[in-house]
C-alpha cells in the first residue's frame, strides 16, 4: 500500500505540471487583463498601460510567463524602467516556492486573497455536504425500503422538483420570502446578506442565523439527486442473497441495514463524495453571489472575469492538487468498505 | 402512575405559590411607611448616570469590491468612495463646480498669485492644524512624497498622469508650502492634482516601509488604511463582504455625525435591492431605474441623483480602413440617430429617471446650450436613408450597390436593463430598415487591447456603447476624438477606436486643451460640440447620474457627482 500511495504523489508531479500548463494558457486567453482597470469611468493612459504591461509580465510571450509564475524570475535580471536596460532582479519565487504572485485587482499576495476566503467557502460547502449525505442516507434508505409507498411516492416528486430548481431561482425565492415578505408581513426576517449583521459582529449566532438560506438553497438540490441515488443503490443491495442471509440468521433490521446493507450501498456513494470533496473548496459562484457570502466561489468568478490571472491561476491549482490527493484518499477508503481491493 | 401524581401535586403547589406570591402587601414605595410603622424618609440615592446615547450607525451598499485603500493602486468608482471617507484631497468638487478646501488653505490662481502668470508655477499653501489620525499634522512632505512614490518605478501604481506628462518638479519650501513646476500650461490641474481618486498618503507611515520593503506594492496600509487624515478611520477591511470605518475624532471639521459607518459589498444589483427591501442597509448605489417602483412601494427610501459627466452613448467605427462604407456617411449616422426612440427607452425601461443628452458634455460648464438632443423622427431618417442611396429591399432591409444595411453592435452585456434597451435599439432601426446583429460581450473581451486583438481597437464592429464621458470630470479633456489616438502598429495603445479624424475637430481641439482662460476654453468646447453634432460621431442615449436611495430615517445626505461622499461627515440620523 505505501508503495501504491508513493507512485501515485510521484506520478500527480508530471500530471500537474499539464494541467497547470494547460490552465495557465486558457487563463491567459480570458481577456485583457488591464482592460478594466480603473473600471467602466476611466481608461488606462498609454504609457501607463505600457509601464504595467512591463511591471506585471504582461507584455512577455505565454510560455516566459508561465515559468516565471513556476519558477520565478529573482534569479535573473528584468527591464524595471522599460529604458531596455536589464537592470533589476525580479522579485517572483514562484509558485514551487509558494509565491502565487500578487493579486492583479487587490495589489496584495494572491495566496493572501484565497486564502482570506478557504474558510468562509469550506463553512457553507463542507456543513452543506454533512447535511447532505446525512439527510440522503436517511431519506434514501426510507424510501427503498418502504418502496411505493406514499412516503415514498412523496419524497421521489420532492427530489424531482427539487433536482430541476435552478439554484439562483431557488435562491431568490428564499431571499424574497423569507428576508423581503416576511419582514413586510410582520414576521421575524432571515437575514440574505453576508456572514453576520455588521452592527453585531461575527458571533456564533449571528454566522448560523446568515448560514440558513445559503445552506437551504445548495442543500436542496444535492439532496435531491444524492438520496435519489442512496435509494438506487439500497434497493439493488437489500434484494441480495447476502442480505437475505443476515435476516435468516436472525439479525435485528438495524444490524442488517447498517452492518451490511448500507456498507455496500455506501461504496458508490465514497466515490460521489470523493469526487466532490476538491470542489467544495471551488465554492458556488451562484450561491455565493447571491447572498453575498464572500467565499471562494465569488472570488473565482470575479478573478477569471477580470483576466486576475495569479488569482485564478492560485484556485485552479489548489482545486488541481486536491483533485489528485482526494482520487488517492478515494481509493485507499475503498478498501475499507470493500476489504477484497488490495493496492499493490 | 405514583410518579405522573406526584407531578400534578407538584404543578398545583408552584401554581398556588405564584397566585399566593401576589396576595402579599406590597413593600412600601420610598418615602412611604410599611403598615403599623412610622414613616421614613426616602434614602437618598444618586439619580441614575443617564445612559449613553446608541452609537449612531448608517450602513452603505456598493455593489463592486473596492481594491484596495491607498489610491495610488487604483481609481475605480467604488474605491474612490472609500478614499473620500479615510484621506482628504487639496479640496473637493461638488457637481455645480464649487471647490470646497479640504488639505489646501485656498485654491490657488494668478490672482491670488498662487499661479504664475505663465501658468507653469503653482504654490499650494496648506491649512494649518491638519492632522494624522495619529496626531502627527499633514504637511508639503506629505503631498511631495505622495508624488514620489507615484513616480518611483518600483511602484507598480495604476496610473502616473498627470505627474508625468505636466509636472517637471514637486518640493516643499516649508511644512505648509508646496511648489509645484510644470513643464508645460496644464488647464486641468486643478481637477487633477490630489483631487478626485488623487489623495495624499502619509509619509510617517509608508517612508519606512518603502525603505525596508523597496515598494508600497505589498504595504499592510494599503489594507489596513488605520492612519488617515479624513473624517472616517478604517476599523476592518474584509474583501467582498464588508468595511467598517469609525469617525475621527482628530479629523479638522470636528468628529462625524455618525459614530460608526459599514460598507457592505454586494456581487450583483439584485442582492443589493432585496438587502434595501429589507432594511438591512440604509444606502443603496448606483440604482437602475428598474429598481425604483420596488423601493418607492416600501416608502422608506428617497431617490437622490448626483451628475457625474458620464452619459451611455453610441459610438460607431467610421475608420474609413475597415468600417461598413454606411457608416463613413454622415446621413447614415444622422438616420440612425433619428430612429431610436430614446424617450421612450429612458419612460419605459428605466422609469424616467435620466434625460436624453445633446452632447458628450451634458449638463456641465462645457455644455453647448445651443445643441438640442437629436428628436426621434423615423421618417426623417428614412428620406435621409433613401436620399444616400440605400434602398428597401424585399426582405425590409435596406441595401445599396448589392450590399446589405446589416451592423454589427457590439457591448457589454450582463444587465438585463441594458440588454433590453439594445433588443429595443435592434427594432427600432429595424424599422427604418437597418439590420442589427447583436454581440453581446464582457468588458475584458471588448475592451481588450491593440495587442491582444480587442475588436475595438482593430474596428471589428460597426456600433458600440457604454457609460462614459469626462475622465477627469469637471475637466472637459479627453483624447477619443483626436486623430492622432487612432490606435496602429506603432501606436497599439491609441484609444481613438472610431476612426474619428476630422481637421475642423483637431484644430479646435489644440486650442482648447492649452486655453487657460474658462470662458475661452468653454467657447472652444461649444464649438467643438458643434462639429461633433453635425457629424453625428456619437448618439447620446441618456444621462447616467448616480443615483443613490436614502432610507428615510436618516439627514442631511447629499452626494456630489464628483466626489460622491465628500459630504459624509454632516450625514445624521433623525
Redo the contacts between chains.
Sequence with gaps: MTRYILRRLLQAVPLLLIITALLFILTGS???????????????????????ER??GLDKPMVEQYLIWLVGNDWMKVD??GDGILDSYG?RKGVVRGDFG?SF?????AIE?IG??IGNTLLLMVASEIIVIILALLVGTYSALHQYSFWDNFITTLSFIGYSMPIFWLA?ML??IF??NF?RWGLP?L?????Y???IGPTVGQVLLHMILPLTALSVVSLASYSRYVRSQMLEVIHQDYIRTAYAKGLPEQMVLRGHALKNAALPLVTIVGLDMPLLLGGTVVT?????W?GMG??FY?AS???DIPVTMGILLIIAVLVVVFQLITDIVYTYFDPRIRYE | MLRKCSWIVLSVLVVAGVALSGCGSKPPAPGQAAPGQPPTLAPTTAPEPAKPAEPK?V?LGLT??P??V?PM??????SQCVYELLLLPLWNIDDQGQYQMELAQELPTTANGGVSADGLNITLKLRKGVVWSDGEPVTADDVVFTYDMIMD??N?V????PF??YVKSMTAADPQTVQIQLSSAYADWATSFFVK?SRVIPKHILQPVFDKDG?L??ADW??TGDVTDGPYVLKEF?????L?FDANDKYWRGRPNID?L?I?????R??QL??L????IDIGSYIVGSEIPALKETNKFDILSSPNG?IVTIFMNIDPKTANPAMTDPNVRRAMALAIDRQLIIDKIYNGIYHIPATYWDKTIWDNPALQPYPYDPTQAKALLDAAGWKLGSDGVREKNGKKLELRYVYISGDETTDTMVVTFQQMLADVGIKLDIMPN????????YS?N?QLPHGNYDLTQ????M?YFPSPSTSYFLCSERPSND?P???NWFGICDQNLEKVWAVADTELDQQKRIDDYHQIEQIMYDQTYIIPIRSDPDVWAVSTSLKDVTFSGVDPLMFAYQWDVK
Excluded: C
Excluded at chain 2, 474584509?238 to 464588508?242: A, K, L, Y
Design positions: 480570458l481577456g485583457d487583463p488591464l482592460a478594466a482597470f480603473g473600471g467602466e469611468r476611466r481608461r488606462l493612459q498609454p504609457e501607463d498601460r505600457a509601464r504595467l511591471q506585471l524595471l524602467n522579485t500578487n485587482q487587490e495589489k496584495r499576495p486573497v482570506e476566503r431568490l431571499i424574497y428576508g423581503v419582514q426576517a437575514p440574505t446578506v453576508g456572514m449583521d455588521l452592527g455565493e453571489a447571491i447572498f453575498g464572500p465569488r472570488l470575479k472575469n477580470a483576466g | 450607525q450602513t463592486s469590491n481594491e484596495s491607498n493602486y487604483t481609481s475605480t468608482w467604488y518605478d518600483k507598480g495604476f496610473s502616473r498622469y508625468d506628462t481618486t515598494t506594492d505589498n494599503n489594507r474584509v474583501s467582498d463582504d464588508h467598517t460608526t459599514f457592505r459589498i454586494f456581487a450583483d439584485q442582492s432585496a438587502a427591501q429589507s432594511g438591512q458620464y464582457t468588458e475584458e473581451v471588448l475592451w481588450a487591447s491582444d480587442g457604454w457609460s462614459d464621458g475622465w501606436y495603445t491609441g484609444y
